[in-house]
């Protein structure tokens, strides 16, 4: 129970919940942003699905299947496109903070809070850019234990956070990075 009480720490909770509050978020950007351009096609890709469903009997063709996988693709990069530009986007305009990372009054900064504003930029672009690199890749297997990953080390550190240097920490703790 204790090993437990560690691994699930309220600050884990947290940042897991605040996740989950922002692919809500970015789940309704991606429907009305499909209601307004037709693109991020999930309907499309499940139509195409079931009509090789029905052709199942009709022996369905290798190439409608790898249509459909096409169809998915694309919109699957789409949605990662939206949703890596709602993560820089709100990082910068939220000083830090998505808005699910706002409501549980998390932040993101430098390990050791001292670089300048362009390196902070630029370190916030290179960790969303591996984050959904990470859930492009096999399926999100990588992303997968990235997020693991936060549970195995002291600091809740996930590997796209290490890779860029970058740290969440609570707005409270700030100043004792410093």
């Known amino acids: 129970m204790d090993i437990k ?11 897991m919940a605040a996740f989950v509050i922002d692919a809500v978020i970015v789940s309704i950007l991606l429907s009305i942003v499909y209601r ?3 693109f991020a096609n999930f309907p499309g890709v499940l139509t195409k699905m079931i009509e090789i469903q029905k052709m199942m009997g009709e022996a369905a063709s290798q190439d409608a ?6 169809l998915f ?8 496109l939206i949703w890596f530009c ?15 990372k706002l ?11 001292k670089k300048g504003k362009l390196v902070y930029v630029l370190l916030v672009i290179v960790r969303s850019f591996f984050k959904f690199l990470s859930m492009f890749l096999f399926q999100g297997i990588p992303f997968l234990i990235s997020v693991i990953s936060i ?4 600091n809740s550190l996930a590997a796209h956070d290490r890779v860029a240097r970058l740290v969440v920490v609570n707005k409270n703790d700030i100043n004792s990075l410093e």
């Open 5 to 15: 009480k560690k691994m699930f720490t309220q600050f884990r909770l947290k940042r």
């Open 36 to 38: 307004i351009t037709g």
């Open 65 to 70: 299947t790898v249509k459909v996988m096409a």
């Open 73 to 80: 693709n694309k919109a699957f990069l789409q949605s990662l």
């Open 86 to 100: 709602y993560d820089v986007l709100t990082t910068f305009l939220l000083r830090g903070s998505t808005v699910g």
């Open 103 to 113: 409501i549980f009054r998390l932040k993101l900064t430098h390990i050791n809070n």
């Open 151 to 154: 549970f195995a080390n002291p």
